[in-house]
Every structure is written in structure tokens, then in C-alpha cells.
């Protein structure tokens, strides 16, 4: 059976980054990392056998990022439960940031004279809560309410 992310890689560059936002090659230094620290893993006595391969783990991370489907989306698409998609992407997440590789540089870093000119653009987009607005009639029926219970209990 081949893996999930293999067939992606039939993929031109520009058609993988678009759908993955990641280069092919980016994604081979992170799959390199993983399987890394999978293995130090292992001759530590950590786990022996896991359901998805390192590369469907890094796989289903970069989906994760790239389109913010929910966990049980992924799940089922991976045949695997909610719990073990939040651990895998907890756990790939953690790997890559200990590397040191693939980190953004800090604030400093970046009002550093050595990066005058440079520009970097970071995805802050954020989407609304949906709630009902608070009117004014809303919260006075709701204190109306609260009033008219407690006065039933007085025993009158």
C-alpha cells in the first residue's frame, strides 16, 4: 500500500505548494527531521508501531495547517481516532520546533540591521464569533427573569 503523501509528490512544485503549503523540498527536510527523532524514539523503547507512517503523520500535519479541517474530518480520512490526529499534530509540531529548523526568527532577529529591507508576511487572519448581539431588551427580560425567580421563593 503506498502512503498518502506519495501520491501527492506526483504533483508539479507550484500545484504541491498551492495544495500544501509547503515546497517539496521543505517538506523532505521536515520528513528527514521526523524520521530522526523517530528513531531515537524507538531506541529509547518508545513506541514500536504506529498506525500512519512518518511521512502520513507530517502528511496529515501539513493538511491540518493548510486547510483547518477538523480534527474528526481528519480522522476519518486517515482512518484514525480525533485523539490520535491532536497527538500527531502536537507531537510533529513539537519535533520540527525542537529542531530548530523551521522556526521564525524572534522579534529581535527581525529589527536587526542585518534584515533592513527584508519583508514577511505571517497569516493572522481570524474569523468572528457567531453569537446573538446583547440588546438592551435581551439583558433587561433576562434581569426581569432573574428578579421574578427569586421573589417567587420568598415564601409569600
Same mark, same amino acid.
Given at each position: 500500500? =503506498? ?47 504506529? =498506525? ?8 496529515? =500535519? ?95
Amino acid at each position: 500500500m =503506498t502512503e498518502r503523501w506519495h501520491r501527492a509528490f506526483t504533483k508539479n512544485d507550484a500545484d504541491f505548494k498551492e495544495l500544501f503549503g509547503v515546497k517539496k523540498e521543505i517538506f523532505q527536510e521536515m520528513l528527514a527531521v521526523l524520521t530522526v527523532a523517530r528513531e531515537k524514539r524507538r531506541q529509547k523503547g518508545g513506541p514500536r508501531r504506529t =498506525t500512519l507512517s512518518v511521512g502520513d503523520q507530517l502528511f496529515l =500535519t501539513v493538511q491540518y495547517w493548510r486547510e483547518y479541517r477538523t480534527m474528526a474530518h481528519l480522522g476519518y480520512d486517515f482512518g484514525i481516532a480525533k485523539s490520535t490526529v491532536s497527538d500527531t499534530v502536537a507531537m510533529v509540531e513539537n519535533v520540527l520546533i525542537r529542531s530548530g529548523a523551521f522556526r521564525l526568527p524572534g522579534k529581535k532577529a527581525l529589527l536587526s540591521a542585518k534584515n533592513e529591507g527584508r519583508k514577511l508576511a505571517v497569516d493572522v487572519t481570524e474569523s468572528p464569533i457567531e453569537r446573538p448581539k446583547k440588546t438592551k431588551n435581551l439583558v433587561l427580560r433576562q434581569e426581569k427573569e432573574a428578579f421574578d425567580k427569586d421573589t417567587n421563593h420568598c415564601g409569600r
